[in-house]
């Protein structure tokens, strides 16, 4: 018996929805949950009627290992965080320090701190990008996005012999001045970058496939993204206008002029988007920041290099390229943290993984993640 | 806002929080008991703190003490909840119900601390294994790979 193409009749082998429930085990090792992550993902023919993330395969133990070293021990331990983007968490942790133990930080160390993390923003977009391409099979992009990243990467090579794990921001300032002629490579990498992004958003937002993954997929409203606590493109992407550089300034944020990009729909393709307009923000920073920048001393002097810093507590933030990245210290007085908390961005955004697979397809799955950006050495700690 | 325009603000509204809040270092911390957190942090809710961004715990000598971190965005203000509960039967009750934020980061502390939160909807452990024995932030945890580094004074 044939039965015409599109009628019911062709599928009448197909499972019942609401009878069979089928349990699928994403990940850990899956190439597209962006580390390892795992997903117990309950579908409904290919619906997905429950995700579940299982997350802890990173697990070190940091903020235990915290309590066992010296205050300066603990910055390259930051470094493993977000591997992704570890000027940020190097610098909320020093911002910590610096709160508890009183120490003020020279102008200029400031602006460099302000010049890396923005260049780190352009470097972890571009990956977020990119993969977020790749996941939707648009593997161009992919190539396109890394090569830029690759450029920011390159700086902080010949700023601090590192390409991953910098180990630049320390208590009381950075550790190194900027080499001969970096300012003029970092403005040519601005102007590049600038038609690069160009370029991403032709080949990439304005295709029609990118659109059709994107559009209207693991949409968050902005009472939730509130709620459950998102921050960074994730809130914004859902017109949540909520950016601590802008709304809860730090350091030397209040002397820049720069937009805060904001989605309306709260889809997968606005957060993506978000991530793009955000690095036309960096270069804009980037630029004031090396032309407001004068010379001067980079680091506190004298400073000890056992930190001892007054019984109590501190909690600062900054906003990474995922959101509020917070560190909360405990001093007892001694030269060791008694207590160290990362409050991850990475870990609060993907608690909304459940709630945005929701009702999608389960190769949707894959772009809600990718979206949410998580990077699983942050989320896991 | 700044901590003593906070303040007013909390006392004008809600007169019988006003004794227990605090300012240390520069930070608006609101002291209270285990039997009155869920009201105290349902009152800042209403006050317009619609972010709970840190729920963690640190532990001291004598007790635990859970912090809570909350922020108002309408107001750019911050402040702290602080509740110590007891070492040998730690219980309190979860927050998840007025934010959501709380039900990953409650259910780390009950990983890292063994602190109780009634009422969570799916409280289990989240990083470590869920056949692990212990609670790895607690500074009475021992583990034979556990090493003391040495002193450097």
């Given at each position: 018996?044939?039965?015409?193409?599109?009628?019911?009749?062709?599928?009448?082998?197909?499972?019942?929805?609401?009878?069979?429930?089928?349990?699928?085990?994403?990940?850990?090792?899956?190439?597209?949950?962006?580390?390892?992550?795992?997903?117990?993902?309950?579908?409904?023919?290919?619906?997905?009627?429950?995700?579940?993330?299982?997350?802890?395969?990173?697990?070190?133990?940091?903020?235990?290992?915290?309590?066992?070293?010296?205050?300066?021990?603990?910055?390259?331990?930051?470094?493993?965080?977000?591997?992704?983007?570890?000027?940020?968490?190097?610098?909320?942790?020093?911002?910590?320090?610096?709160?508890?133990?009183?120490?003020?930080?020279?102008?200029?160390?400031?602006?460099?701190?302000?010049?890396?993390?923005?260049?780190?923003?352009?470097?972890?977009?571009?990956?977020?990008l990119?993969?977020?391409?790749?996941?939707?099979?648009?593997?161009?992009?992919?190539?396109?996005?890394?090569?830029?990243?690759?450029?920011v990467?390159?700086?902080?090579?010949?700023?601090?012999g590192?390409r991953?794990?910098?180990?630049?921001?320390?208590?009381?300032?950075?550790?190194?001045?900027?080499?001969?002629?970096?300012?003029?490579?970092?403005?040519?990498?601005?102007?590049?970058?600038?038609?690069?992004?160009?370029?991403?958003?032709?080949?990439?937002f304005?295709n029609?496939?990118?659109k059709?993954?994107?559009?209207?997929?693991?949409?968050?409203?902005?009472?939730?993204?509130?709620?459950?606590?998102?921050?960074?493109?994730?809130?914004?992407?859902?017109?949540?206008?909520?950016?601590?550089?802008?709304?809860?300034?730090?350091s030397?944020?209040?002397?820049?002029?720069?937009?805060?990009?904001?989605?309306?729909?709260?889809?997968?393709?606005?957060?993506?988007?978000?991530?793009?307009?955000?690095?036309?923000?960096?270069?804009?920073?980037?630029?004031?920041?090396?032309?407001?920048?004068?010379?001067?001393?980079?680091?506190?002097?004298?400073?000890?290099?056992?930190?001892?810093?007054?019984?109590?507590?501190?909690?600062?933030?900054?906003?990474?390229?995922r959101?509020?990245?917070?560190?909360?210290?405990?001093?007892?007085?001694?030269?060791?943290?008694?207590?160290?908390?990362?409050?991850?961005?990475?870990?609060?955004?993907?608690?909304?993984?459940?709630?945005?697979?929701?009702?999608?397809?389960?190769?949707?799955?894959?772009?809600?993640?990718?979206?949410?950006?998580?990077?699983?050495?942050?989320?896991?700690? | 806002?700044?901590?003593?325009?906070l303040?007013?603000?909390?006392?004008?509204?809600?007169?019988?929080?006003?004794?227990?809040?605090?300012?240390?270092?520069?930070?608006?911390?609101?002291?209270?008991?285990?039997?009155?957190?869920?009201?105290?942090?349902?009152?800042?809710?209403?006050?317009?703190?619609?972010?709970?961004?840190?729920?963690?715990?640190?532990?001291?000598?004598?007790?635990?003490?859970?912090?809570?971190?909350?922020?108002?965005?309408?107001?750019?203000?911050?402040?702290?909840?602080?509740?110590n509960?007891?070492?040998?039967?730690?219980?309190?009750?979860?927050l998840?119900?007025?934010?959501?934020?709380?039900?990953?980061?409650?259910r780390e502390?009950?990983?890292?601390?063994?602190?109780?939160?009634?009422?969570h909807?799916?409280?289990?452990?989240?990083?470590?294994?869920?056949?692990?024995?212990?609670?790895?932030?607690?500074?009475?945890?021992?583990?034979?790979?556990?090493?003391?580094?040495?002193?450097?004074?």
């Amino acid at each position: 018996m044939t039965a015409e193409i599109g009628s019911d009749a062709c599928f009448t082998n197909r499972i019942d929805p609401g009878v069979d429930e089928l349990v699928v085990n994403v990940g850990p090792s899956h190439p597209s949950t962006h580390g390892v992550c795992r997903v117990i993902v309950h579908l409904d023919g290919e619906v997905v009627t429950k995700a579940e993330p299982v997350i802890g395969y990173l697990h070190r133990g940091i903020e235990k290992m915290a309590e066992n070293r010296t205050y300066l021990q603990v910055v390259p331990l930051t470094d493993r965080l977000d591997y992704v983007g570890s000027m940020y968490a190097n610098w909320a942790y020093c911002r910590a320090v610096e709160r508890l133990a009183g120490i003020q930080v020279p102008e200029r160390a400031e602006y460099l701190r302000v010049i890396v993390c923005e260049m780190q923003r352009i470097a972890s977009h571009m990956m977020s990008l990119g993969s977020a391409a790749a996941d939707t099979g648009a593997a161009t992009m992919f190539i396109y996005a890394f090569d830029q990243r690759e450029r920011v990467i390159e700086a902080f090579e010949e700023l601090c012999g590192a390409r991953l794990t910098y180990n630049y921001v320390r208590p009381g300032g950075v550790s190194f001045e900027i080499p001969e002629g970096w300012t003029e490579r970092v403005l040519q990498f601005c102007r590049d970058h600038r038609e690069g992004l160009e370029q991403m958003d032709r080949l990439f937002f304005g295709n029609v496939i990118a659109k059709d993954r994107m559009k209207h997929i693991g949409v968050l409203s902005p009472e939730d993204a509130v709620a459950w606590g998102a921050s960074g493109p994730v809130a914004r992407g859902s017109g949540v206008n909520w950016d601590m550089r802008k709304h809860d300034p730090y350091s030397v944020y209040p002397r820049f002029d720069f937009d805060v990009p904001t989605g309306s729909n709260g889809d997968c393709y606005d957060r993506a988007r978000v991530r793009l307009f955000e690095c036309y923000e960096s270069c804009r920073i980037i630029e004031q920041a090396i032309s407001q920048m004068h010379p001067g001393p980079i680091r506190t002097p004298g400073l000890p290099r056992l930190l001892a810093p007054r019984p109590g507590d501190a909690y600062d933030h900054i906003e990474s390229a995922r959101g509020a990245l917070g560190v909360y210290l405990v001093s007892d007085g001694s030269v060791r943290p008694y207590r160290m908390k990362v409050r991850s961005p990475a870990f609060c955004n993907l608690a909304l993984l459940p709630l945005l697979a929701e009702g999608h397809m389960l190769s949707d799955l894959v772009v809600i993640l990718g979206s949410l950006d998580p990077v699983f050495g942050e989320v896991d700690r | 806002m700044n901590i003593a325009a906070l303040r007013e603000h909390l006392c004008a509204t809600y007169p019988d929080l006003c004794p227990l809040f605090s300012i240390e270092f520069g930070d608006g911390v609101l002291s209270v008991d285990p039997d009155r957190l869920l009201e105290a942090a349902g009152n800042l809710k209403d006050l317009g703190f619609d972010r709970l961004s840190v729920v963690t715990a640190v532990d001291r000598p004598t007790h635990f003490e859970l912090v809570y971190r909350l922020y108002a965005r309408p107001m750019s203000a911050a402040v702290f909840i602080k509740c110590n509960v007891d070492r040998e039967n730690p219980r309190v009750h979860s927050l998840a119900g007025l934010w959501p934020a709380a039900l990953w980061q409650e259910r780390e502390t009950f990983d890292m601390f063994g602190i109780i939160f009634e009422g969570h909807p799916d409280l289990r452990r989240i990083l470590l294994p869920d056949d692990w024995e212990g609670y790895p932030l607690r500074k009475d945890y021992q583990d034979e790979t556990l090493i003391r580094r040495p002193d450097y004074i």
